[in-house]
């Protein structure tokens, strides 16, 4: 019997009362990883489900309709504290246990609960695979990550369901967002210059140099988003952007959000403009059309769904290499960002202008 067959006939006939995700990061990840949370509970309408999650990314999970519990991660935590999360995910008992991050850290965390269930995806390294029972079939890394995810939902059985994110946003949260908005006039549009990666960080001038088009051709203004880590490129963005088009209008919210409330942020603008990051995930799984620049990594595999939004590559062989440091020297350095000029992306706005915001911007 091959693996596939194993995964079908045991998820079929499964009966858990206690399900664990384990999905500690990183934010793109976790976002497009929430869709599964509904087919989970369409499945198992009378169980516990917990995940696992980095304490950082843990208000954007919390309170969710189809989730129990949540169980906090600190990757740079004590031994005391990563034995003390060992022997709770033991005592929980979890009959099913989904590790869905598929690395040595997860595996670990997997063969510690000791469910007579645990399922991989195909994207397991670090030996994370030993310690699962069955690996879910087409989910290896040349299938887009948002398709990986729903194999759990396809497994289960509820594929028919439709994909939904549902983040935890207050009250409070819409109220500061529309507070930090309320400046701008005319259709917004989120910028995010940052990246985790150098090699995903496209130059933040031409950010300023598509963004000053925008403002001119559509009328455009700005709100610069991103974490602690992002804030002097966004000052570096709003400076470059001041220069060109100084009449534009720029709120600058660049580490001073929290989870929550960059989701209401996005839920408050028209588009954004953004490198393949985590917060292109949630603005994409907010319904938020996104121009999405992409150097390293490849739009199709790391993109979201297409059809809403404007995904662009550069034109060169080692485009999607997913190397987090250029490999090359000279004039071969970093050559992605060069190849990708403010040209194409502004045409990539002017077709999502088109496509999906002619009434905003009309």
């Known amino acids: ?13 499964c009966d858990a009362r206690r399900i664990c995700i384990i999905k500690p ?10 869709p599964i949370l509904p087919g989970l509970r369409e499945r198992f309408p009378q169980a516990r489900i917990c995940w696992v999650i980095s304490r950082s990314l843990e208000p954007l999970i919390s309170g969710h309709p189809d989730l129990d519990d949540v169980i906090l991660y600190d990757r740079h935590g004590s031994w005391p504290a ?45 030996g994370a695979h030993l310690a699962c029972h069955a690996l879910l079939p087409d989910t290896g890394r040349m299938v887009p990550a948002h398709l990986r995810y729903w194999r759990v939902v396809e497994a289960l059985g509820c594929g028919h369901l439709e994909r939904r994110t549902d983040v935890a946003i ?3 949260d ?58 002097a490129l966004a ?11 100084p009449a534009a209008r720029v709120v600058n919210l660049a580490g001073r959000t929290s989870l929550t409330e960059l989701a209401a942020v996005m839920l408050n603008v028209d588009a954004m403009l953004c490198n393949d990051s985590g917060p292109m995930h949630l603005a994409a ?13 490849d739009p199709v595999r790391s993109g979201p769904p297409p059809g809403l939004h404007e995904l662009v590559s550069a034109p060169l062989a080692c485009a999607g290499s997913y190397k987090k440091k250029c490999p090359f020297t000279g004039c071969r350095h970093l050559a992605c960002f060069s190849a990708l000029d403010v040209d194409r992306v502004w045409l990539a706005f002017q077709r999502l202008v088109h496509k999906s915001l002619t009434r905003r911007v009309a």
């Open 170 to 172: 207050t009250r409070a």
């Open 285 to 297: 799984a907010l319904h938020v059309p996104v121009v999405g620049v992409f150097t390293c990594t």
């Open 82 to 126: 990563w034995w003390r999360l060992l022997n709770r995910l033991r005592s929980e008992r979890f009959d099913l246990v989904l590790d869905l991050q598929g690395l040595l850290r997860s595996a670990c965390m997997t063969w510690a609960t000791g469910a007579r269930l645990r399922i991989g995806l195909e994207t397991a390294r670090e």
């Open 25 to 34: 990061s990183a934010l793109g990840d976790v976002v497009q990883t929430l």
């Open 1 to 13: 019997m091959t693996a596939s067959q194993v995964t079908a006939d045991q998820l079929a006939n």
């Open 235 to 245: 000052t570096e963005f709003e400076s470059s952007l001041n220069r060109f088009v």
């Open 174 to 231: 819409l109220v500061r967002a529309g507070e930090w908005l309320s400046v701008l006039r005319g259709a917004r549009l989120a910028v995010q210059p940052g990246a985790r990666w150098q090699t995903k960080q496209w130059p933040v001038e031409r950010f300023a140099a598509v963004a000053a088009k925008a403002y001119r051709k559509f009328g455009f203004s700005f709100v610069v988003v991103g974490g602690p880590e992002d804030q």
